[in-house]
Structure formats: structure tokens, C-alpha cells
């Protein structure tokens, strides 16, 4: 038996496993924060190596077959999966100067949806800024991807779109739960806590909130539907192994930048919702 094709497999599997550095990173960030992710967030890029992988020697074997019988069970294995999952898990369904103006636009974008946070959109912006640099830089030191426009601009329109959700979301919850709790935090604050101590499960909530639809997919991703990058590069002629070789790499680099913008996003925020006498700027949260 020819085994050339798995040997070929695992050779491109190389740069999806040095993909994981960027959530790693996520990981040991959500155990810093007490956020309590961790253990989700290596679930779901389990489930995504795996389903993808599976999904992957399928449309291979798929494609390699004469017989459209073959093409029509796909069709029906795929419909069955996506009848199946809306039963049992609604809730889941429910070059520099480019990446420069990608990031301008996503900032402005995130902080629209928080307007309400003083600066928001700096604060957006620089936190995108943050999470997608960093996660490019470990991508491009690992060689996970050449540093050519080519690359680099695709990879980052996706990373930087991601984080943009994200950290709105991030900064629009974090203001409103102080908002409500606001009686609590100044509790806190009264009994000596400083304003990252006295706001740490707003913040942590805000962050889950947020980060749940990215791991959501992640541990979706191949079932339910088959993302784009992956579609496109079956769609242009790339074997499907290679496709879900790629497609692991963008999951792993949309948790990594989504997790490092949401966390920065907070510490870049919450400042200017207290005072320097350590007291809630009320005017921030006045306004509806």
C-alpha cells in the first residue's frame, strides 16, 4: 500500500502545530486574567484539528472517486450533521500600510459599537493593533507564513475583521456591567480595592462573553458548514488536506488575536471610567 500521501500529510501538518504558539499564548493569558478559558479554548482547537482532519481524508477520498453516488452521500452526510447539531446545541448556531488602514477602519468600527467609552475607538484601535501584530510576528517567526504581501494581507484582513468583533463586544459589555453594578464597585472601592480589583468580574465576564462565539466556531468548525478559506482553496484546485492544513492555522491565529485585543481593550478602557482619587467617573456612564 502506498502510504506517500500520509507521509505528505504529516509533513504539512508541521506549520498548523506551529500554528499553536499564538494559543498557547491565548491560553496562558486567560490563566493570568482568572478567565477560566483555558480549558475551552485547547477543547476547541482540539475539536477543529480533529474535524477538520476528518473532514479532510473524506473530500480526499471523495474526490478521488469516479462514482457521483459518492458526491450525494457527502451531501447527505453534511445535512444530516447540521439537522443533528441544531437539536442538541442551539446556542452554538445562534503589506504594513494595508494592514495599517485595515486596522484604522476596525478600530473606528469597534468603537461606534462601544461610543459610550471615552476614546473608544483609540482604544480599539490600538488594542487590534496589539493582538494582530503580535500573533503575525509569532506566525511570521515560525514560518508559518513568508513575510510577502501575498500573505501577510490576507492573513491580517482576516485576523484584524475578528478582533474588530471582539473588541467591541468587549468594550461595550465592560462599560455596561459597571454600569449596573455600579453600587458593588463602589463597595469595593471603598474597602480599599483598586479599580482593576474592584471591576475583575466585569471584566472577566465581558471577556467570556466575547471570546465564546470564537471558540464556538472553533469547535463547530467542519461540521457544520466549511469555512471560507478552506472552500477556497478546494475551490481553486488545492487538495483537501492542504485546505484543512490552512484552515487550521487561521483558527489557531483568529483565537490568538482575539484573545490578546479583548484583554488589552480592557486594560486600555477601564482607566477612564474612575477618577484619580479612584472613583467612578459617572459622567461615563450617565449618558445612554
Not at 508559518?144 to 473588541?167: C, D, E, L
Not at 468594550?171 to 474597602?191: F, N, P
Request: net charge positive; proline share 3%; glycine share 8%.
Amino acid at each position: 500500500m502506498d502510504w506517500d500521501w500520509l507521509l505528505e500529510f504529516l509533513k504539512g501538518m508541521v506549520k498548523p502545530v506551529a500554528a499553536l504558539t499564538v494559543v498557547l499564548l491565548a491560553v496562558l493569558l486567560s490563566v493570568m486574567q482568572n478567565l477560566g478559558l483555558e480549558k475551552e479554548m485547547i477543547y476547541s482547537i482540539f475539536r477543529a484539528f480533529l474535524q477538520l482532519s476528518i473532514i479532510g481524508f473524506v473530500l480526499q477520498f471523495i474526490f478521488n472517486q469516479d462514482n457521483s453516488g459518492w458526491i450525494v452521500l457527502a451531501y447527505l452526510f453534511m445535512f444530516l450533521q447540521v439537522l443533528t447539531l441544531s437539536k442538541s446545541q442551539k446556542s452554538t448556531l445562534r503589506g504594513a500600510w494595508k494592514h495599517g488602514f485595515q486596522v484604522s477602519v476596525a478600530g473606528y468600527t469597534a468603537g461606534q459599537r462601544a461610543k459610550h467609552v471615552p476614546r473608544g475607538k483609540y482604544v480599539a484601535g490600538v488594542s487590534i493593533l496589539a493582538g494582530t501584530t503580535l500573533t503575525m510576528f509569532v506566525l511570521v517567526v515560525l514560518n508559518v507564513f513568508p513575510f510577502t504581501p501575498r500573505y501577510i494581507i490576507p492573513v491580517a484582513g482576516m485576523m484584524v475583521g475578528n478582533a474588530m468583533t471582539v473588541t467591541g463586544v468587549t468594550m461595550k459589555r465592560l462599560r455596561d456591567d459597571i454600569k449596573l453594578q455600579m453600587s458593588l464597585v463602589e463597595t469595593a472601592l471603598a474597602l480599599g480595592a483598586t479599580p482593576r480589583q474592584a471591576t475583575l468580574e466585569q471584566v472577566k465576564r465581558a471577556l467570556v462573553i466575547s471570546l465564546s462565539p470564537v471558540l464556538d466556531n472553533a469547535k463547530t468548525v467542519g461540521l457544520i458548514s466549511l469555512p471560507g478559506a478552506m472552500t477556497g482553496l478546494i475551490m481553486g484546485g488545492a487538495s483537501p488536506l492542504e485546505a484543512i492544513q490552512l484552515q487550521i492555522v487561521v483558527m489557531n491565529m483568529l483565537i490568538g488575536a482575539s484573545t490578546v485585543s479583548s484583554i488589552m481593550s480592557t486594560y486600555l478602557c477601564w482607566p477612564a471610567f474612575f477618577t484619580k482619587a479612584y472613583q467612578l467617573e459617572i459622567k461615563v456612564f450617565s449618558l445612554d
